[in-house]
């Protein structure tokens, strides 16, 4: 089994985290690796990961050149990871070490896939709970593929899982939807995530803006086709508009106009402005693709690969 883990600056989490999850792990007696992938972190994460996989073989460390986000580690690790089923978690213990039995269990009675769903976050303030909540049932509205509310990226994935997930090398990716589109048997259980162990988080508002309109953007097309319908709409009321103005001017009732004509130039002009932004944000993605880079690249390999 392999247990991958993202960190990013977690200088005060790391031991306790490979402490937890060696014990979780010991305690069910498999065999396993810890993959750590550290995201350019800027404090001694790289240098503790170091020092980890000197003393432990059952550990290794791919130490990306610089920070790629969340999502992208993640994704490293699962490339590189050999066991017959892959764990990803946060290293920060906000998903807690202790369910990996669990997990297991679940993927022993025969699931593909086993999603943890947060059930509710201690350090989760108002706001944060709220737009997640609306954020999930407008991603549910637009997208094929179910996206449960509270889906973290604590999950076990069955090795043919992961051979697919590795052929889909998409930049802007959100790997609840794509883990969800796969297929296969798959099961969820819910958690209470407890605070974090230390240090702060690392999504910032923008960042949570980012990942959200990926989560839209990655799924669906239905922002785009929302253009057309609405351009449908007004070019149809622009008909009758243009009639009626026709049918004034033909009785001689010249209009002073100047009402009318701002209140369609300013509705036509802010929804070209809008649809204009929803084209952008998805020719912006199929720029990034078309480069066809690299989803990451390494600095550093730290740990035995016992393939
Ligand atoms: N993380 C990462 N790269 C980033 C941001 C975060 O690898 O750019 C890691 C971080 O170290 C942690 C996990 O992703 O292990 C989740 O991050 P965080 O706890 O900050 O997110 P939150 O729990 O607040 O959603
Ligand atoms: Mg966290």
């Avoid at 803006?209 to 149809?236: E, N």
Wanted: net charge neutral.
């Amino acid at each position: 089994m392999s247990v991958v883990v993202p960190v990013y600056n977690e200088q005060l989490n790391i031991e306790k985290f490979y402490e937890e999850v060696t014990r979780a792990i010991q305690s069910i007696n498999m065999n396993y690796e810890i993959i750590f992938v550290d995201d350019g972190s800027r404090d001694s994460t790289p240098l503790l990961l170091s020092r980890l996989t000197q003393q432990d073989d059952h550990v290794r460390a791919f130490i990306l050149a610089r920070n790629f986000g969340h999502q992208l580690a993640i994704t490293c690790g699962m490339d590189h990871a050999a066991g017959d089923a892959v764990i990803t978690m946060d290293g920060d213990l906000q998903h807690p070490p202790v369910m990996i039995p669990d997990l297991v269990q679940k993927w022993r009675e025969g699931y593909d896939v086993v999603q943890t769903v947060r059930q509710a976050t201690d350090d989760a303030d108002f706001f944060k709970k709220t737009t997640s909540k609306w954020y999930y049932k407008l991603l549910n509205a637009v997208s094929p593929v179910h996206i449960t509310p509270g889906g973290s990226d604590f999950r076990l994935v069955d090795k043919r899982v992961m051979e697919t997930f590795k052929l889909f090398r998409e930049h802007d990716r959100f790997i609840r939807g794509m883990i969800g589109g796969i297929g296969y048997k798959q099961t969820s259980i819910s958690f209470i995530a407890p605070k974090r162990f230390a240090g702060q988080s690392k999504f910032s508002v923008r960042k949570m803006m980012h990942f959200a309109l990926d989560g839209i953007t990655a799924y669906s097309k239905i922002p785009l086709r929302i253009s057309f319908y609405v351009g449908m709409v007004s070019g149809f009321f622009s008909v009758l508009m243009i009639l009626h103005v026709l049918y004034c001017d033909f009785m001689g009732e010249a209009t002073p106009g100047w009402t009318t004509t701002m209140v369609v130039v300013c509705l036509l002009g802010g929804l070209q402005l809008i649809f204009i932004g929803v084209i952008g944000e998805y020719i912006g993605r199929i720029f990034e693709e078309v480069k066809q880079r690299p989803l990451y690249w390494l600095r550093a390999e730290l740990g035995k690969n016992k393939k």
